[in-house]
């Protein structure tokens, strides 16, 4: 399956900085059945549950059984102040209410 990833530069540099790996899971909001995807710069603790991705040096972990939209994956780095953190966009978590709807 060829996929359509985009990392952005300043992500790529902060994976390197932290091991050059980004494992993304799905984070809820508050009581709101709602799941977004987020990244961070660690290894999964349970790898099989996760699909794998290398790209430009970067290794990628994504849940199994999540799908990836259309026009792909993307990847960026938000920093404020000392706090940095990935947002991830194209990923949807598989199953109910967890694709895209447009």
Known sequence: MI????ITDDAKCFAVR???V???GFCGIGCVPIH???GEFI???EPDLYEKLEIDGITI???RGSVIGESGLRIELFTSGSAARL???GLY??????YPTG
């Open 87 to 89: 947002e991830v966009n």
């Open 43 to 45: 290894e999964p603790e």
């Open 3 to 6: 996929v359509n990833i985009i």
């Open 61 to 63: 972990y994504y849940p």
């Open 18 to 20: 932290y091991g050059s």
């Open 93 to 98: 978590r598989g199953g109910v209410g967890g």
């Open 36 to 38: 977004v995807p987020a």
């Open 22 to 24: 980004i494992t993304i």
